[in-house]
């Protein structure tokens, strides 16, 4: 017997509920979180994606001063993101949603099915408040229903 857990299809929601609530309670034990919200929805946005991230996070080291302890440990959230845009990043989704912290080996992306305002933020935690402005903006659902878990019986090859 195989079990297999199946998701709602995420073309008409934002993030799998399951995602939302592991970001809304994740322990960052004191470390930053980075979130990005990236708009990907034309070829242009795709290709600069990298360079809009970049400058964004400039903009948020600016705000918080010449502290070096936020650029350190930041460093490793931008170039994991950095690597991710410059690779995976540009397939065709009309944005993107990541979120990370290194310090604490936490790491994900979600594609979007409509396109964000370009943001990033810095902080003690993720920043899903983008998520929630897009998903009454597009009246989209913030997250899919509960996962169902349903069992498939497969039965042996017959010889």
């Known amino acids: 017997m195989v079990h297999m ?4 299809a995420l073309e008409d929601v934002l993030i799998p509920k399951s995602e939302l609530q592991l970001l809304q309670s994740f322990d960052n034990r004191d470390s930053i979180t980075l979130s990005a919200f990236l708009p990907m929805d034309t070829p242009e946005r795709r290709e600069q994606a990298h360079a809009y991230f970049l400058q964004q996070i400039q903009l948020r080291l600016e705000e918080l001063g010449p ?3 936020y650029r350190d440990a930041l460093k490793d959230d931008v170039e994991i993101v950095g690597l991710y845009l410059r690779t995976n ?3 065709r989704h009309q944005g ?7 310090a604490e080996l936490f790491w994900r992306a979600y594609p979007l099915p409509v396109p964000p305002p370009l943001e990033v933020t810095v902080g003690p935690n993720f920043d899903i408040e983008p998520l929630k402005r897009l998903s009454e903006f597009h009246a989209l659902p913030l997250e899919s229903p509960v996962e169902e878990e349903i069992e498939i019986e497969i039965e042996p090859a017959r010889a």
């Open 96 to 102: 993107l949603a990541i979120f990370s912290c290194a």
């Open 89 to 91: 990043g540009h397939r």
């Open 67 to 69: 502290d070096a302890e």
């Open 5 to 8: 857990v199946l998701h709602e």
